[in-house]
């Protein structure tokens, strides 16, 4: 059974694909299997430099969980059937209209 770290969802149609938390230019790099939906919820809401700033602690899984902004995605995502195809547009924040 696929499990997400994020969502927690368990189920056999959840599509889990590869999340670098650590950038593909460092040396170390660290790899977590998360759900398509949480993927682009991340990728959706971040820029790949708020992804690199160490201030903003993304670079890991207990990082990502304690974010305000992804845990209001995660909640939405827990409600949806696995495997369902969620679009998702760019956030306000990435564009940098938000706070």
């Known amino acids: ?13 959840l599509i889990l694909g590869r999340h670098h938390l650590k950038t593909k230019r ?4 660290e ?3 998360i ?4 993927h682009k919820a991340i990728h959706g809401l971040f820029k790949q430099s ?3 700033d160490p201030k903003l602690k993304l ?8 974010n305000k ?6 909640k939405f995502i827990q409600k949806i059937p696995p495997g369902t195809f969620m679009k ?12």
């Open 35 to 38: 759900c398509r939906e949480c």
């Open 88 to 99: 998702m547009k760019e956030s306000k924040y990435k564009k940098g209209n938000g706070k």
């Open 69 to 74: 902004r992804l845990q209001k995605a995660i």
């Open 1 to 13: 059974m696929n499990y997400c770290l994020l969502c927690k969802r368990k189920d056999n149609a």
């Open 59 to 66: 670079d890991c899984v207990e990082g990502l969980l304690e």
């Open 50 to 52: 708020d992804l690199r």
């Open 26 to 29: 460092t040396d170390k790099k």
């Open 31 to 33: 790899i977590e299997l």
